[in-house]
Each structure stands twice: as structure tokens, then as C-alpha cells.
């Protein structure tokens, strides 16, 4: 399944559209701020897919049934522009562990096609646990997929979350393609990637926004 914050008019779209406008992105903190707010929103529903149980507590003047989920996800993020959005989700699962990993485009070759390469990865294990993949900008969806199968050596998922800010019609494809067991989430959907394989319209480079460029 996939769910999308933009088929329904929310406060969603105010922190997409700061998020994409060229002359608001330029102010750095704001931006990472906006992709908090997502993560944060996103969390939120994906709250609503996890198991429950009755509960008993006690409050200063008796005692109230409520509802707590005893499977708390584990939040992986790819680094470093996923940090910020990766801050959103644990704002809401703020006692679940987490997970890190480092993968970036190779070089591009002549006919603009590139590799996916791994560096740092560290996770707890992930058997019969539920995950959250956690990165803003999704295009081509291989460092997504990627990302997923190295993390099979941690241990199988019962169940695997995807989440984005802003997705590629072409990447939400791959992902959806290779990962079809994951349900996805995502902030909203763009149509095309350019011949660099970067979102259009998209909103530009999101690590070098949120943490300034890299050499």
C-alpha cells in the first residue's frame, strides 16, 4: 500500500511548499525544521498500523484503561540528509532503537546509469520486528532497495515501512517492484527524473540544504 500526505488539504502542504521553495530553503534551519515536521506527521500515521494491547494505569486519583503498543519500531535512516526527517519519527517513537546507514551514488557513466555503494551500517536485529526505512528524497528507488537488502543480514522484518518526503513516480515503481512486502509513505509523488536522475520538480539536494554543500 502506499499513502500519501497530499490527497487530502492538511498543514502537510505548507511545510512541502517551504520545503520546495527555492528562496525559503535557503534558510537552513527552517529547512531541517520542515523535514522534522514530516517525519513527525508520518510517524503519526503510521502509528495507526501498530499492534496494540489493553493496558492498566494508575493516575493520582485512580485508575484508567488505556491502549499501548508493546512493538515499537526501529528507525533506520539513511545518512546524512535523512537526519532531520529521521528526527520527526523519533519525536514520536522516542524509545525506539535505531538504526544507521551510509550509502551514496557512485560515479554517474556515460550513459548516465550509476551504482549504489554502501558504507557504514550499523543496526540492532531486526528479526520479526517491525521497521521504518527512513529518507527524504527517493528518485531512482536502488539506494532504497539496496539499503534493504544489506539490512537482511541483520535479520528478516516481520513487517517493512517506507518512508520519504518527496518521491519519484519512477523510484515509488522500483521500490514498490522489489520491496513489495514494504508499504510506503511519503510526502507526495513527482513525476520525473532529469538525466542526472534528480527529482523533478523535486526541491534540490536535500543533504546540502539541511547541512550546507559537500565538497
Not at 487530502?8 to 511545510?15: G, L, N, Q, Y
Not at 521553495?21 to 495507526?48: V, W
Not at 519512477?170 to 508499504?183: H, T
Request: charged share 20%; net charge neutral; glycine share 8%.
Amino acid at each position: 500500500m502506499i499513502f500519501r500526505l497530499t490527497k487530502k488539504p492538511s498543514i502537510a502542504h505548507h511545510f512541502l511548499a517551504e520545503l520546495r521553495h527555492q528562496k525559503i530553503q535557503s534558510d537552513s534551519m527552517r529547512f531541517r525544521q520542515n523535514l522534522r515536521r514530516i517525519g513527525q506527521i508520518l510517524a503519526y500515521e503510521i502509528s495507526k498500523t501498530l499492534e496494540y494491547q489493553e493496558i492498566r494505569i494508575k493516575t493520582p486519583l485512580g485508575i484508567c484503561p488505556t491502549i499501548q503498543s508493546p512493538d515499537l519500531p526501529i528507525l533506520i535512516t539513511v545518512l546524512r540528509a535523512g537526519l532531520p526527517f529521521f528526527d520527526g519519527f523519533l519525536d514520536v517513537f522516542d524509545r525506539s532503537p535505531s538504526a544507521f546507514i551510509g550509502a551514496f551514488r557512485g560515479k554517474h557513466t556515460e550513459n548516465h546509469d550509476f551504482k549504489i555503494e554502501m558504507g557504514y551500517i550499523t543496526s540492532p536485529d531486526l528479526t520479526d520486528k517491525t521497521i521504518i526505512l527512513i529518507d527524504p528524497m527517493i528518485a531512482t528507488g536502488k539506494s532504497m532497495v539496496k539499503a534493504y537488502q544489506t539490512l537482511l543480514e541483520f535479520g528478516q522484518p516481520k513487517k517493512c515501512h517506507i518512508a520519504g518526503v518527496i518521491m519519484a513516480q519512477e523510484g515509488l515503481d522500483w521500490v514498490q517492484k522489489n520491496i513489495p512486502e514494504a508499504s510506503v509513505w511519503v510526502g507526495d509523488v513527482d513525476a520525473q527524473l532529469n538525466t542526472q536522475s534528480y527529482i523533478i520538480p523535486g526541491l534540490g539536494d536535500a543533504g546540502d540544504l539541511a547541512f550546507g554543500q559537500k565538497m
